[in-house]
C-alpha cells in the first residue's frame, strides 16, 4: 500500500510533526509511506526520519533560494494543488484543515482521503463545505474527536466518520528514567501559550524548600527573552537551566524524575506521552485541553486544578512527589504502564485497521 502524509512543513520542531514521523517508520515496515512537506525552511529536517520513508518537498523557502511568480502563500498553495492532482496513492493523510481542503477539492476520486486533526479549525465554513468528500476524520483526543462530530454534523454532505487514535511514540524500547536524580524537566515551544512562566514562578518556591532540586527547559522560541530575565528576577540562576533544542526529548525526560507541564493547551501532547513512555510522572494544570486527556491523576501523574494560574498549588504538587520517592516511582511505573497504548506499532495497527475499513 502506498500511503502519503502531507505536512505544512516536515522540516520543523513541532508535537505533530514528531508524531507524523514516527508513525510513518512504523508504517514502512510494511508499506511504502512518502512524507511531503509543502514547505522547506531548513537543510535538514529537525526529527530525523526513517530512510525507508521518502521525504519530499514543493516549496523551498530556504534563505537565499529564489523562486518565480507566483510569491507567497499562493505560491505554496498552486504546487500543492497541483501536486495533488496527479497523487499517486492509496492513502492520503492531512494534517491541517486548509491541507484537508485542498485534499477533498483536488486529490483523485480513487485515493483513500483522511484528515489527521488536533484542534477545532479557526474557520469552519470551508470545513462543513468539502469535507464531506473526506473518507475520514482522524483526532488524536477525546476532546477533539467531540469537537469534530459536533462541527461536522449538518455539513453540505454526509459527515465523514470520526475516528480516534492516538499519537505514537517513538520505536521501543525507551530509554527509562532511573529516578534518582533530582530534575524536573520541561520540554516544547517557549510561546505564551505553553505558560512556562508559571513554572518558573512555581519552581521558585520549590527552589526556596528544596535548592537541591534543580529545573531543565527544553526547546526554544520567542519567549526566551523574557523568561531568561524572569529566572533572573527571581533569582534562580543556579537552578534553572536552558538546555536547547534536541530531537531527543524522550531520551532527556528519562534523566529526569519528574515532567512539568503549564500550557494553557495541549492539543497534541507529545511532551506528555514521550514523558509517560520514559516511566516520568507528569505533573500538569488540568483543563479542558490539557494534560488531563493523558494522565490520570494517582496512576501516572498529578493534575492541579486550572484556577487562574495558581502557581503555588502547582509548586506544592511538585513538592508532593519531591518529597515522596516511594510515590513518585509508584507513579512512574504508571507512567510507564500507560505508555503502552502510545506505542508506534500499536498506533499503526489502529491506523491499518481504519483503512482496511473505510476502503
Known amino acids: 500500500m502506498r500511503i502519503c502524509v502531507v505536512l505544512p512543513s516536515a522540516y520543523g520542531m513541532r508535537g505533530d510533526v514528531r508524531s507524523v514521523v514516527n508513525l510513518a517508520a512504523e508504517l514502512a515496515e510494511r ?75 483536488h486529490a483523485p476520486r480513487e ?16 470545513i462543513k463545505r468539502f469535507y464531506p468528500r473526506l473518507d475520514g476524520v482522524v483526532t488524536a483526543t477525546e476532546t477533539a474527536t467531540e469537537e469534530w462530530t459536533r462541527l461536522l454534523d449538518g455539513g453540505a454532505g454526509p459527515s465523514p466518520a470520526v475516528r480516534l487514535v ?47 532540586w534543580r529545573l531543565r527547559l527544553y526547546g526554544g522560541g520567542s519567549e526566551e527573552k523574557r523568561l531568561r530575565a524572569l529566572v533572573a528576577t527571581l533569582g534562580l540562576h543556579n537552578h534553572v537551566y536552558f538546555m536547547g533544542t534536541t530531537p531527543d526529548l524522550t531520551g532527556e525526560f528519562a534523566k529526569a524524575s519528574i515532567v512539568a507541564v503549564t500550557s494553557q493547551a495541549e492539543a497534541l501532547g507529545m511532551t506528555v506521552i514521550e514523558a509517560l513512555g520514559c516511566g516520568v510522572p507528569v505533573v500538569g494544570f488540568d483543563g479542558p485541553r490539557g494534560p488531563g486527556q493523558f494522565v490520570t491523576p494517582g496512576r501516572n501523574g498529578l ?56 476502503r
Open 303 to 358: 493534575l492541579v486544578p486550572e484556577d487562574e494560574g495558581d502557581v503555588e498549588a502547582f509548586a506544592a504538587a511538585l513538592l508532593s512527589l519531591i518529597d515522596d520517592e516511594r510515590r513518585r516511582r509508584a507513579l512512574g511505573a504508571g507512567a510507564l504502564a500507560s505508555a503502552a497504548g502510545y506505542a508506534a506499532p500499536a498506533v499503526a495497527e489502529r491506523w491499518e485497521e481504519l483503512f482496511a475499513t473505510l
Open 31 to 105: 508499506h511504502e509511506v512518502e512524507i511531503l512537506s509543502v514547505k522547506r525552511h531548513r537543510e535538514r529536517p529537525f526529527f530525523p526520519v526513517d530512510s525507508r520513508v521518502e521525504l519530499r518537498w514543493l516549496v523551498d523557502v530556504r534563505p537565499g533560494v529564489r523562486h518565480l511568480l507566483p510569491r507567497g502563500e499562493m505560491r505554496a498553495e498552486v504546487a500543492l494543488w497541483r501536486r495533488l492532482r496527479v497523487l499517486r496513492a492509496d492513502v492520503l493523510i492531512t494534517t491541517r484543515p486548509a491541507l484537508g481542503v485542498q485534499a477533498a477539492r
Open 166 to 212: 492516538p499519537d505514537a511514540l517513538p520505536a521501543a524500547p525507551w530509554p527509562r528514567s532511573r529516578m534518582d536524580n533530582r530534575i524536573v524537566a520541561a520540554g516544547g515551544r517557549w510561546v505564551p501559550v505553553k505558560g512556562y512562566d508559571r513554572l518558573l514562578r512555581a519552581f521558585a518556591v520549590v527552589a526556596d524548600k528544596r535548592p537541591d
Open 111 to 126: 485515493v483513500l482521503k483522511l484528515a489527521r486533526e488536533w484542534v477545532r479549525p479557526p474557520s469552519p465554513a470551508p
